[in-house]
């Protein structure tokens, strides 16, 4: 069972940035892609990015491209995802997701998930 604790989230102006980070508890953590999704309210939650256990290959969702970067660590078993140029509708609770074998898009193909860490965005 993979444990997943998520910090970093918070309160930031339109324009600024935020990284959150995931610890895993994890002690093969490098077998396991890692991921992001965000839930605002009355919303399934949705795909941001996910990162592939050897940090080689990484996909995002269309709307956080060329603004967030997703990165891990091996070595401290944690991922991060670095945002910048934040928007109001980045607004949500951004939650950890783990996999041993898909880099999918849904929330079906994580079985792991953290606790959620609140990012707001003011304008």
């Known amino acids: 069972q993979v444990q997943l604790v998520e910090s970093g989230g918070g309160l930031v102006q339109a324009g600024g940035s935020l990284r959150l980070s995931c610890a895993a508890s994890?002690?093969?953590?490098?077998?396991?892609?890692m991921g992001w999704f965000r839930q605002v309210p009355g919303k399934e939650r949705a795909f941001v990015a996910v990162?592939?256990?050897?940090?080689?290959?990484?996909r995002y969702t269309d709307s956080v491209k060329g603004r967030f970067t997703i990165s891990r660590d091996n070595a401290k078993n944690t991922v991060r995802l670095q945002m910048n140029r934040l928007k109001p509708e980045d607004t949500a609770v951004y939650y950890c997701?783990?996999?041993?074998?898909?880099?999918?898009?849904?929330?079906?193909?994580?079985?792991?998930w953290g606790q959620g860490t609140q990012v707001t965005v003011s304008s």
């Open positions: 994890e002690r093969t953590f490098r077998n396991y892609n």
């Open positions: 990162i592939s256990g050897s940090g080689g290959s990484t």
């Open positions: 997701v783990a996999a041993n074998y898909e880099m999918g898009y849904e929330m079906a193909d994580y079985p792991y």
